[in-house]
């Protein structure tokens, strides 16, 4: 039963769930955005703050409870599907969607080549080596030997990595003055909203993660490809209108820095975070690398555009979309046994 018992087991039933609660997280998230951000000007955060902190985790949040909702009900890679299915949505989509937008080229500086992107490939790297390590030093009994279980100490690495991304960050601004007091914001009315977006989001991803596993169980679906397509394309809403509305602002910087900032907080801490609360959560090597490489595939792609010129034109746009499509198409075809690269 879906909703602690209130609608009944039926395919139709789990479809229109998914779909009410993608609204929510779109509009719940929205809230939890535009708080933040308000909250920020009113406290005087740096624009570093703000960026890879404050708006990272509100349009990230999906993602982070999906995670900790899945390492506590014991379906921990579905979790981490969704984490990595929504790091290659944003990598491909949303970039591509915002270029689209625009009617224009997105135009891109150095700073986002060369220390944001590079930086997330870091991130790709720390997490895989974490997979790594969970399989060397902590295999799970009775599994195979690409099984292993992520401990906390493990989730200590990427966590540790993130605190380096943040430190690196406030070096780069230095010493901060913020010129917007926030004297207009109404503080109490701000922090409610927060918490309402916090509370929506998570009552509607832990209905969003019942809906998938009872799909699952109709028509076998392993649990890390349903995590990978649709709880992540439902997650990943947040970022999608954030970077598309901030490219349609003429903000192309802030549309593609959020997009790296939040598949960093994704991968460095959304993921750990679960393995904190949940002690310990199992990984499959033969479902992680595949996906992992494919994601790095991804990232490489996305660079290698924006260093061309420094802009996304049209072409390169629908050149992503089409990477999207492709990669679609592979998951379906892992989840009918036509391929068999991703051993579950």
Do not use: C
């Amino acid at each position: 039963m879906v909703l602690g018992g209130f609608l009944p087991d039926s395919t139709l039933v789990y479809v229109a769930v998914i779909a009410v609660t993608t609204g929510l997280i779109w509009f719940g998230s929205g809230w939890l955005e535009s708080s933040a951000e308000h909250l920020s000007a009113y406290y005087g955060l740096p624009a570093v703050v703000q960026g890879s902190v404050v708006v990272a985790v509100g349009s990230s949040f999906p993602e982070l409870a999906s995670v900790v909702i899945t390492a506590l009900g014991d379906s921990f890679g579905m979790g981490v599907g969704a984490v990595v299915g929504s790091a290659i949505f944003n990598i491909l989509v949303i970039p591509a969607l915002s270029g689209i937008a625009t009617h224009e080229p997105l135009d891109v500086n150095r700073t986002i080549v060369y220390k944001e992107a590079q930086f997330y490939m870091l991130a790709v790297s720390a997490l895989v080596i974490t997979f790594a390590f969970a399989i060397i030093y902590f295999p799970v009994d009775g599994g195979t030997a690409l099984d292993g279980n992520v401990t906390r100490p493990l989730a200590l690495i990427p966590l540790l990595l993130y605190g380096l991304y943040l430190f690196i960050q406030w070096q780069d601004v230095g010493d901060h003055e913020s010129d917007d007091a926030g004297g207009n914001v109404n503080v109490l009315r701000e922090w409610g909203r927060l918490a309402v977006g916090l509370l929506v989001i998570l009552v509607a991803v832990e209905s969003l993660v019942g809906a998938v596993e009872g799909l699952n169980t109709t028509f076998g679906i392993p649990e890390f490809l349903a995590g990978v397509t649709i709880i992540a394309a439902a997650t990943s809403l947040p970022d999608a209108l954030v970077s598309v509305r901030a490219a349609r602002g003429g903000k192309s910087i802030t549309s593609l820095g959020n997009v790296l900032g939040s598949n960093t907080f994704d991968l460095l801490v959304a993921i750990p975070v679960g393995v904190l609360i949940a002690g310990s959560a199992p990984v499959s090597f033969t479902v992680a690398a595949p996906m992992m490489g494919v994601l790095t595939v991804a990232t490489i792609l996305l660079f290698t555009m924006l260093r061309t010129d420094l802009t996304l034109t049209d072409v390169e746009s629908y050149s992503l979309l089409v990477a999207y499509l492709i990669f679609v198409g592979w998951v379906v075809g892992e989840t009918i046994g036509m391929f068999g690269l991703i051993r579950v």
